[in-house]
């Protein structure tokens, strides 16, 4: 019995396709330092790498000509020889140039670096925030159902949706997460993605398997909005990788998500312990590392 046990779970093991986790990475405190100064927004270089656990350890980890608005993402500033926190207000910002839009700051029409307020409250120059289009002479909130063609449904209404035009010929707004699963009204678009497909009018994602010649195309796939998994190439067909060998020094790491490292004998192994990209607190910044905005 426990022998059936045994094959089943060995069965199980082996048959377990290499996923990754786009939301989490390796814990810092594994990773060598040319690792740890990839992902230097969660993780901090000193003698060995650590997890970066405020914003005031992320600012006393950065050198002076580090310690810039910039470079800090708008969180330190560099005073009495040392780089520290500090909380920055589009109030800060005195001239258009440096009103900065990280922050979701906009130089509005009455000369002053303020939250943004409404579309109308901007210039021509100062239009460009998602959302917002300078139509017929007017700064102008984009609502996507008011667009009567494709050509014209092309906007963005909001900073995280796109207006597309459905199988059904409406414009309608699409996350900028959408992923395969999301895309079963935009047959075009699903199809136009190597990693979905379109069937009996539902778009899915592709398996490894149905990655057909396309060689650079069979290396990683999403199987859900923050999930891949690896796949193989054999030379001639796409199959689900059964382990992570073939990854190499120099991707393990990038194509792994972040979840497997280079080890000192040479394989490319998962970490022991992920992180959630979520609990980092320069969790502002944290987008640059996901790559799951893949279909618009
Ligand atoms: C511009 O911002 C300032 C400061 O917040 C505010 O007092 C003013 O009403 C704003 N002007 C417009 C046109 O929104
Ligand atoms: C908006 O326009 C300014 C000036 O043309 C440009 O520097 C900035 O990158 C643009 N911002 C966005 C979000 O497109
Ligand atoms: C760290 O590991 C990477 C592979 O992920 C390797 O290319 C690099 O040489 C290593 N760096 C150091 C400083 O050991
Ligand atoms: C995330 O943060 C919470 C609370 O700070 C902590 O309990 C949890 O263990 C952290 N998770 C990871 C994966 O580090």
Known sequence: MSKFLLLFIF?????????????RHCACEELNESECHR???V???????ETILSIASFCSSLQESSCTKLESYYQCVWENKACV???YT??????NPECTHELDCWWNKSGKCASFTSCVDYDES????????YISGACTQITCSSFQSDQDCKYMDSQHSFCRWTDDNKCQPLSTTATCTDLSSYKFKCEDNFACKYESNQCSFRTCAEIIGKYNNCRTLPISGTEKI???WDGTTCADAEDASELTESNCFEWSAYNYRWTSDNKCEACDTLVSFGNSTS????????AIAFIT
């Open 11 to 23: 069965i199980l093991a082996t048959t377990q396709a290499i996923t990754f986790d786009l939301t």
């Open 39 to 41: 992902l230097y927004q």
């Open 43 to 49: 993780c901090k270089w000193t003698t060995t790498c």
């Open 85 to 87: 926190e500090k909380t």
């Open 90 to 95: 589009c109030d800060d910002f005195k001239t």
């Open 126 to 133: 100062n239009c460009n925030r998602s959302g917002c289009e």
């Open 230 to 232: 690896l796949c193989s």
């Open 283 to 290: 969790a502002a910044i944290i987008p640059v590392f996901f």
